[in-house]
């Protein structure tokens, strides 16, 4: 697989959960294609996607086509992620009621305002 090729398969995955012929074509590539897994790892982490790729393959039930290590590595990742997203959910938390307490309202933006 090509730079181009990784990429546009890192995106499909992404929308497995959207689109059914995203889902149908990346089972079909993960169940006849040799996917190049340190490309896909290296431009998801890139792009800071890898746990969303993660949580979208695991949704679709494609965890049993991805080596197992691959696979640990992405549950450990993930992870750590999400502690670091309740961490700052605690944090934008304490922030808002100290805020609101001196009559200012915050406005969260991008990722904060996400979680």
Known sequence: MNYKETLYFVATCLTISLENKNRVAIEKQLKTTTIDW?????????????????????????LHYLPQDLVGYME????????????????????????????ITPIFLKGTANL
Not at 76 to 103: F, M, S, V
């Open 38 to 62: 340190d490309a896909v790892v290296k431009i998801s982490t890139e792009h800071f996607v890898f746990p969303a790729l993660y949580c979208n393959l695991k949704r679709a039930g494609f």
């Open 76 to 103: 450990h990742i993930t992870g750590l992620n999400r502690d670091r997203n309740q961490q700052i959910i605690t944090q934008a938390k304490e922030l808002n009621t100290l805020l609101l307490a001196h009559q």
